[in-house]
């Protein structure tokens, strides 16, 4: 149990464009989901928490409007990486909580984007 | 959140046991010590978590010293595929979010 996905696995964009990540939880409904990106050699960085039918918070020096999330449904979080440049590059992992104190993340396999 | 204090790197022989520490000197009586590692290019695996008492489950046990400023994670019977990162983090109990450091590379070697 406890099944996280995303969609794609990995996606090659050019420069200027929009690109969308899907995560879904599985086999659980996930009261909150958070996105991380994590660049080559280095560890996961938060980048925004999410709740079901509310915004987003958003990490100090994560901009809003560049890493769009929507988090519609219980089982499904989308992050949007708009007008996508090479710096963006990056693997971009969600997690999803079941809920209650003391819980674990269960993460997604991730997606590594790149921008050519 | 507390912060963790973790070695860059530890080897362990195939079949020994891996016995991973781990600092939170500066833990509150409200927060977790959880533990997730990290095969090359995939996402981040749950491994345990503990608040006071020591914790086993079927991949690892989690020692927890008394004063909790401190933390061993276990791995019994290390094989190959336990080469991972592993992380030590510290967590506030109404399901904060997860804040990772460098955590542990450790290398699982024939």
């Known amino acids: 149990g406890a099944v996280v996905s995303q969609h794609p696995s990995r996606v090659i964009c050019k420069s200027g464009t929009s690109v969308k990540i899907e995560c879904r939880s599985l086999d659980f409904q996930a009261t909150t989901m958070f996105w991380y990106r994590q660049f080559p050699k280095q560890s996961l960085m938060l980048m925004a928490t999410?709740?079901?039918?509310?915004?987003?918070?958003?990490e100090q020096g994560v901009e809003k409007d560049k890493f769009l999330i929507n988090h519609a449904s219980l089982t499904l979080s989308t992050l949007t990486v708009t007008s996508a440049h090479p710096e963006d590059s990056s693997f971009y992992i969600c997690?999803?909580?079941?809920?209650?104190?003391?819980?674990?993340?269960?993460f997604g396999p991730g997606t590594r984007l790149t921008v050519l | 959140d507390a912060k963790t204090t973790q070695p860059p790197s530890m080897d362990c022989a195939e079949g020994r046991a891996a016995n991973l520490p781990c600092n939170h000197s500066?833990?509150?009586?409200?927060?977790?010590v959880y533990w997730y590692r990290q095969i090359h290019s995939q996402g981040p695996q749950y491994i345990i978590h503990?608040?006071?008492n020591n914790e086993t489950n079927e991949m690892a046990s989690l020692i927890i010293t008394e004063d909790r400023k401190s933390s061993t994670l276990i791995l019994p019977h290390a094989t190959l595929r336990d080469t991972a990162v592993y992380y030590c983090i510290v967590r506030a109990s109404q399901g904060g979010k997860l804040i990772f450091g460098q955590g542990t590379e450790l290398s699982v070697k024939p």
């Open positions: 999410s709740n079901e039918g509310s915004k987003a918070t958003y």
């Open positions: 503990g608040l006071k």
């Open positions: 997690s999803a909580s079941l809920g209650g104190s003391g819980n674990e993340q269960f």
């Open positions: 500066t833990i509150s009586g409200n927060e977790y």
